[in-house]
Each structure stands twice: as C-alpha cells, then as structure tokens.
Nanobody
Framework: QLQASGGGLVQPGDSLRLSCKASGGIFSSYNMGWFRQAPGKEREFVAAINWYRWSVGSTDYANSVKGRFTISRDSAKNTVYLKMSSLKPEDTAVYFC???????????????????WGQGTLVTVSS
C-alpha cells in the first residue's frame, strides 16, 4: 500500500516536497515512480528511482522537470520523496506515486508497468 502526501498550493518559484510511504512489505528490488495528471490530460511520467538488491540503482526524470525535481529514498522510513523546486504553473497536477516490482530499467517510465498506485496528492502552482 502506498500513501502519498505533501501537496498544496504554492506560488511560482516555490518549492514543495512530496512523500510516498510504502507499507505492507519489504522488497529487495523495485521501481518507485512519480507520475502526474493535469485536468484534461493523460497521466505522465515525472521521476522514478530504481531500487535493486537493497541499494539505489538509478534515477530517471522527465525532461520537463530535470534539474528542478529530485527523487530520493529513505530506507529506514520506507518512504520515497519528490523534492520539487522552481515550480511553474504547468507543474499543477495531481501527483501519484507507484511501485513496479519487476524493477526493469527499460520500462521505468511506463505507467502500465506499475503494480500499485497511491491515492494522489494535488499540487497547485498559482500566483
């Protein structure tokens, strides 16, 4: 089970940190991803972290957020974070976290490969 939190209303240029806490099991390998969906648009990939054999394998970011967003993991808390900086109005969306137990790097951006999804947290960037 995944529990996403941390969304809110911020102004352009502000920062925000989203959290995704996992419960119900511990796995040695998986992908944890963040996706977002704006009104009237399809769900899109934002960032993901690969956890392979108990260590971080790699991270990946959508071009639109590269350099502004950072994904990280706290093993002790079983939580993945998405630190968002220099937020723009176009970052407004519902953000979802998801886990892919296959942990394949080649499909890390594909939402259809993810097995479990959190409930989503709304991020609104507006002046």
């Amino acid at each position: 089970q995944l529990q996403a939190s941390g969304g809110g209303l911020v102004q352009p240029g502000d920062s925000l940190r989203l959290s995704c806490k996992a419960s119900g099991g511990i796995f040695s390998s998986y992908n944890m991803g963040w996706f977002r969906q704006a009104p009237g648009k399809e769900r899109e990939f934002v960032a993901a972290i690969n956890w392979y054999r108990w260590s971080v394998g790699s991270t990946d970011y959508a071009n639109s957020v590269k350099g502004r967003f950072t994904i990280s993991r706290d093993s002790a808390k079983n939580t993945v974070y998405l630190k968002m900086s220099s937020l723009k109005p176009e970052d407004t969306a519902v953000y979802f976290c998801a886990v892919d137990f296959a942990a394949a790097i080649s499909t890390i951006r594909q939402p259809s490969k993810y097995d479990i999804w959190g409930q989503g947290t709304l991020v609104t960037v507006s002046s």
